[in-house]
């Protein structure tokens, strides 16, 4: 194991734990990133439901 950083030009990191990473990568961080922008998305919204909202309590 090589605790120091990898020489300029080289790749960086174990080339087993980069083989385990990417479908890592493509599975959880992908699906988080959604969730995220759902919650953005869900967020911005908020202030058009409060708009409708009053709009329904003045009738």
Do not use: H, I
Not at 43 to 49: A, G, K, S, V
């Amino acid at each position: 194991m090589r605790l120091a950083a990898a020489p300029p030009g080289s790749p960086a990191g174990d080339e087993d734990l980069q083989m385990l990473a990417g479908p890592y990568a493509l599975k959880f961080l992908t699906s988080t990133l959604v969730a995220f922008m759902s919650t953005v998305d869900w967020m911005m919204r908020e202030d058009e439901l409060l708009t409708c909202s009053s709009s329904l309590d003045a009738l």
